[in-house]
Nanobody, 123 residues
Framework: QVQLVESGGGSVEAGGSLRISCAASGFTYSTYYMAWFRQAPGKEREGVAFLDSRGNTNYADSVKGRFTISKDSAKNTLYLQMNSLKPEDTAMYYC?????????????????WGQGTQVTVSS
């Protein structure tokens, strides 16, 4: 079955960088849409970065220019490089996968999720 396992979260000071990873298995990695979502306490899960099956990327306005989504197909691993981190980036970050999320920005349309990795940015 589809399995997504995130790693690499941690604590960092504002302005710092962090890279989180998502190891994927159980599906044809190259044909799936992949994404990173995040959820802060008391807030709804929001889409941060998206990667379609053709390699096109899209980002939430709040992270554009600071975050980069990428994948290593040989390792079946998705990455999120986060630079110039801000305290408002603090959240649990989740990896998501789906053959075709009809509305990519809405977490309800993604069928597979990892357990999440915590990112905390201090001011």
């Amino acid at each position: 079955q589809v399995q997504l396992v995130e790693s690499g979260g941690g604590s960092v000071e504002a302005g710092g960088s962090l890279r989180i990873s998502c190891a994927a298995s159980g599906f044809t990695y190259s044909t799936y849409y992949m994404a990173w979502f995040r959820q802060a306490p008391g807030k709804e899960r929001e889409g941060v970065a998206f990667l379609d099956s053709r390699g096109n990327t899209n980002y939430a306005d709040s992270v554009k220019g600071r975050f980069t989504i990428s994948k290593d197909s040989a390792k079946n691993t998705l990455y999120l490089q986060m630079n110039s981190l801000k305290p408002e980036d603090t959240a649990m970050y989740y990896c998501a996968a789906d053959p075709y999320p009809v509305v990519a920005g809405d977490f309800h349309y993604w069928g597979h999720w990892g357990q999440g990795t915590q990112v905390t940015v201090s001011s």
